[in-house]
């Protein structure tokens, strides 16, 4: 980008809501620069993007963005994005939440709509814990990881979500650490233009609460480990990306496949079954 | 305004009170639907199922009723006319979502066809179980309109009424059918497009810089952007404030819960729905809505031919309880004789609004069954 005399990230920010709630250090603050240049990048018209959040302190980003965007209940901005696409099918529409928003209470909506490959966009900020709430063991946490519902370590085996999006049906996914900037953003603006349900799983730091609790060091060091101890591994089998408490993190993206779309695929099987008396619906998909 | 033709079926048809409802959503111009089946409510999915992708709409069947009860409302925000169907265990499922709708004012209209409970209870059989439930089951405080119908011509109006009320509004309308209601077939005629009345949502004018989401317009009810027109609002189901920011001050509740109520309260009169039957000269007032009006037709009927003079006093909306009109009852008649197929729910609604003035007297019914007609007459009797 040139002319960078102007903080390029600020028109897409509600300026008149800072300063934000998010802690120092915390992992949030890059996902949304990076979403934001990867919205420049992307080519597309920000009235024509909503931004889906549910409840969490990545639910929040919604609220921060200057684009029309919907902060709703816990668990439930997918099932929600799936409505506005559909009924408006010429938006992107791009959800931003936290694991335990998405994975845990919302985890039936996450597998549903990709299966179905609802035309949505999911950005998971995956940071191990419940931060809004104080800490609690999450989905995804570790075993042997502290929260305060888990005490003495946690012992249930966590999600691997790249696996979970990538067997239940999601046409993009990756995953990087919010140290990987540029990579991240690139991976925002592919999944943005193209059709179908994509995750990309953002590892991120929370310093204030499951850093902390796990010794894992401030944000700094959290970004000291991504570092070293990321491997980037384009194309790997999602079945052997899972995540284990101060192990390697293995980022990139796995899949990238097509598929019809929710509202392509009720077309092809309407116009099939209806003939003439099936006028197509809008997809919003241009192959 | 008149409805889109492409939708309405002028005719005289037979259908149940399902298949109406849907028919009713559709010429209330409603083009996206999102359900999960569940006993008695699953033929209105079906029919929309059936119909919808003819008339230029869509349906999804969602993964459960909670994805239901907030896809409709992404669509809703997308511009859509939007309807969700359920009943009794569904319908929990759904109440965080109806406060959600309350607390950002999206229009939107679920059907609950009521069954038996709790739980699972009675799948296939009726009950009015679930009228506070539709008042008071989300968290908070909140208002909501409920209206229940009580045939299959109705089932078709009432539903376009539902969602020209919640556009209006700006609020969740709940349909409260029962079984009964839902599979009962009967006449229904379906008028022509251009004499069926069909409202929308107000849009906001001026510049969109300065639009407010939430700052009150005509009866207290903001106009609604859609979105993807440039007006980059922020709508949260925290309190927010008139631009939709969050604010966590008690003033700031105040002032936004306070209006979510008063839009519905001081425009209850615009909103009640009364049917009255020899109410004139009546001394003792049957009190019945949905199914159990109809059923206290007969007692009217019993009542009358003994020379007892009974008359019936039907909300057609629920919720708001028409309160003026009852209040205006209660100043001239001896005993109102409440009747619904619950162990007592409006039945405090009208001893509240009664206030001990007359006897208030409860003919209760755990559903699975309709009223005896002849038992509410021995009632209405002991009543005298
Ligand atoms: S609690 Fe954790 S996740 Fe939440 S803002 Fe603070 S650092 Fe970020």
Redesign the pocket.
Same mark, same amino acid.
């Given at each position: 980008m040139k002319n960078q005399h102007i903080n390029p990230v600020e028109p897409y920010l509600r300026m008149d809501r800072m300063p934000h #709630?998010?802690?120092p250090?915390?992992? #949030?603050g890059i996902v949304v620069n990076c979403f934001v240049r990867a919205l420049n990048q992307s080519g597309i018209d920000p009235d024509l993007v909503s931004i889906i959040s549910g409840i969490g302190?990545?639910g929040r980003i919604a609220g921060y963005l200057k684009l029309d965007s919907f902060h709703t209940t816990h668990g439930r901005p997918i099932p929600f994005a799936t409505g506005l696409k559909v009924a408006r099918p010429e938006l992107k529409v791009l959800v931003f939440s936290g694991e335990g928003d998405l994975v845990s209470i919302g985890g039936n909506h996450l597998i549903h709509a990709a299966r179905r490959n609802s035309d949505i966009k999911v950005f998971c900020v995956n940071?191990f814990?419940y931060?809004?709430t104080g800490g609690q063991v999450g989905p995804t946490a570790p075993i042997h990881s502290i929260a305060t519902t888990t005490p003495y370590g946690s012992y249930d085996r966590p999600f691997n979500l790249p696996f979970l999006a990538d067997s239940t049906g999601a046409v993009y996914v990756a995953r990087w650490t919010t140290y990987h900037v540029r990579q991240l953003t690139r991976s925002m603006v592919e999944a943005i233009n193209k059709p179908g349900f994509c995750f990309v799983e953002i590892i991120?730091?929370?310093?204030? #609460?499951?850093q902390r609790r796990n010794r894992l060091g401030d944000g700094l060091e959290a970004m000291r480990y991504y570092k070293r101890y990321s491997r980037v591994i384009n194309g790997a089998n999602t079945r052997m990306v899972g995540l284990e408490l101060k192990g390697p993190i293995i980022v990139g993206k796995f899949i990238d496949r097509d598929r019809s779309t929710l509202l392509e695929a009720m077309n092809e099987e309407f116009s099939s079954k209806l003939g003439a008396r099936y006028q197509p619906y809008p997809t919003g998909v241009v192959r | 305004m008149g409805a889109d033709p492409q939708g309405v079926l002028t005719g005289v048809h037979f259908l149940d009170g399902d298949h109406a409802c849907c028919e009713g959503a559709i010429a209330a111009g409603c083009r996206a639907a999102f359900g999960y089946p569940i006993t008695p409510s699953t033929e209105i999915v079906e029919r929309i199922a059936l119909r919808l992708p003819l008339v230029g709409g869509v349906f999804v069947q969602m993964e459960d009723e909670i994805a239901s009860s907030i896809a409709i409302q992404g669509a809703a925000w997308g511009g859509k006319k939007v309807i969700t169907v359920t009943s009794g265990p569904g319908m929990s499922l759904m109440m965080e979502h109806v406060g959600l709708a309350a607390m950002t004012e999206t229009p939107c209209v679920f059907v609950n066809v009521q069954r038996g409970g709790p739980s699972t209870g009675l799948p296939t059989l009726p009950a009015q179980g679930d009228m506070m439930q539709a008042r008071w089951g989300s968290h908070g405080d909140y208002e909501i309109i409920a209206i229940s119908p009580n045939s299959p011509q109705e089932c078709f109006d009432l539903t376009v009424h539902a969602f020209n009320l919640s556009e209006r509004y700006r609020v969740p309308v709940l349909i409260m059918m029962d079984e009964s209601v839902g599979h009962m077939t009967e006449r229904v005629t379906i008028p022509h497009a251009e004499q069926i009345e069909v409202e929308s949502r107000r849009l906001p004018e001026g510049p969109k810089e300065e639009y407010l989401p939430f700052a009150p317009g005509e009866n207290l009810v903001p106009p609604m952007a859609p979105v993807g027109e440039g007006y980059r609002f922020h709508v949260t189901g925290l309190t927010h404030n008139e631009k939709g920011y969050p604010v966590m001050s008690p003033d700031v509740q105040d002032h936004l819960v306070r209006r979510l109520l008063d839009k519905i309260r001081l425009n209850a009169e615009d909103i009640a729905m009364v049917e009255e039957d020899q109410i004139q000269d009546a001394d003792v007032v049957l009190v019945a809505y949905g199914i159990t009006s109809r059923v206290v037709l007969r007692t009217l009927h019993l009542a009358r031919e003994k020379g007892l003079k009974v008359g019936v006093f039907r909300p057609v909306v629920v919720w708001p309880f028409p309160e003026k009109r009852l209040r205006e009852l209660a100043e001239r008649v001896k005993a109102f004789v409440v009747v619904e197929l619950n162990y007592g729910q409006v039945v405090l609604e009208v001893e509240r609004i009664v206030g001990g003035r007359v006897p208030t007297v409860l003919v209760p019914h755990g559903g699975g069954a309709l009223h005896n007609p002849e038992d509410i007459l021995r009632v209405v009797e002991e009543a005298w």
């Amino acid at each position: 980008m040139k002319n960078q005399h102007i903080n390029p990230v600020e028109p897409y920010l509600r300026m008149d809501r800072m300063p934000h #709630i998010w802690c120092p250090g915390c992992g #949030i603050g890059i996902v949304v620069n990076c979403f934001v240049r990867a919205l420049n990048q992307s080519g597309i018209d920000p009235d024509l993007v909503s931004i889906i959040s549910g409840i969490g302190c990545t639910g929040r980003i919604a609220g921060y963005l200057k684009l029309d965007s919907f902060h709703t209940t816990h668990g439930r901005p997918i099932p929600f994005a799936t409505g506005l696409k559909v009924a408006r099918p010429e938006l992107k529409v791009l959800v931003f939440s936290g694991e335990g928003d998405l994975v845990s209470i919302g985890g039936n909506h996450l597998i549903h709509a990709a299966r179905r490959n609802s035309d949505i966009k999911v950005f998971c900020v995956n940071n191990f814990t419940y931060a809004m709430t104080g800490g609690q063991v999450g989905p995804t946490a570790p075993i042997h990881s502290i929260a305060t519902t888990t005490p003495y370590g946690s012992y249930d085996r966590p999600f691997n979500l790249p696996f979970l999006a990538d067997s239940t049906g999601a046409v993009y996914v990756a995953r990087w650490t919010t140290y990987h900037v540029r990579q991240l953003t690139r991976s925002m603006v592919e999944a943005i233009n193209k059709p179908g349900f994509c995750f990309v799983e953002i590892i991120a730091p929370c310093p204030t #609460i499951y850093q902390r609790r796990n010794r894992l060091g401030d944000g700094l060091e959290a970004m000291r480990y991504y570092k070293r101890y990321s491997r980037v591994i384009n194309g790997a089998n999602t079945r052997m990306v899972g995540l284990e408490l101060k192990g390697p993190i293995i980022v990139g993206k796995f899949i990238d496949r097509d598929r019809s779309t929710l509202l392509e695929a009720m077309n092809e099987e309407f116009s099939s079954k209806l003939g003439a008396r099936y006028q197509p619906y809008p997809t919003g998909v241009v192959r | 305004m008149g409805a889109d033709p492409q939708g309405v079926l002028t005719g005289v048809h037979f259908l149940d009170g399902d298949h109406a409802c849907c028919e009713g959503a559709i010429a209330a111009g409603c083009r996206a639907a999102f359900g999960y089946p569940i006993t008695p409510s699953t033929e209105i999915v079906e029919r929309i199922a059936l119909r919808l992708p003819l008339v230029g709409g869509v349906f999804v069947q969602m993964e459960d009723e909670i994805a239901s009860s907030i896809a409709i409302q992404g669509a809703a925000w997308g511009g859509k006319k939007v309807i969700t169907v359920t009943s009794g265990p569904g319908m929990s499922l759904m109440m965080e979502h109806v406060g959600l709708a309350a607390m950002t004012e999206t229009p939107c209209v679920f059907v609950n066809v009521q069954r038996g409970g709790p739980s699972t209870g009675l799948p296939t059989l009726p009950a009015q179980g679930d009228m506070m439930q539709a008042r008071w089951g989300s968290h908070g405080d909140y208002e909501i309109i409920a209206i229940s119908p009580n045939s299959p011509q109705e089932c078709f109006d009432l539903t376009v009424h539902a969602f020209n009320l919640s556009e209006r509004y700006r609020v969740p309308v709940l349909i409260m059918m029962d079984e009964s209601v839902g599979h009962m077939t009967e006449r229904v005629t379906i008028p022509h497009a251009e004499q069926i009345e069909v409202e929308s949502r107000r849009l906001p004018e001026g510049p969109k810089e300065e639009y407010l989401p939430f700052a009150p317009g005509e009866n207290l009810v903001p106009p609604m952007a859609p979105v993807g027109e440039g007006y980059r609002f922020h709508v949260t189901g925290l309190t927010h404030n008139e631009k939709g920011y969050p604010v966590m001050s008690p003033d700031v509740q105040d002032h936004l819960v306070r209006r979510l109520l008063d839009k519905i309260r001081l425009n209850a009169e615009d909103i009640a729905m009364v049917e009255e039957d020899q109410i004139q000269d009546a001394d003792v007032v049957l009190v019945a809505y949905g199914i159990t009006s109809r059923v206290v037709l007969r007692t009217l009927h019993l009542a009358r031919e003994k020379g007892l003079k009974v008359g019936v006093f039907r909300p057609v909306v629920v919720w708001p309880f028409p309160e003026k009109r009852l209040r205006e009852l209660a100043e001239r008649v001896k005993a109102f004789v409440v009747v619904e197929l619950n162990y007592g729910q409006v039945v405090l609604e009208v001893e509240r609004i009664v206030g001990g003035r007359v006897p208030t007297v409860l003919v209760p019914h755990g559903g699975g069954a309709l009223h005896n007609p002849e038992d509410i007459l021995r009632v209405v009797e002991e009543a005298w």
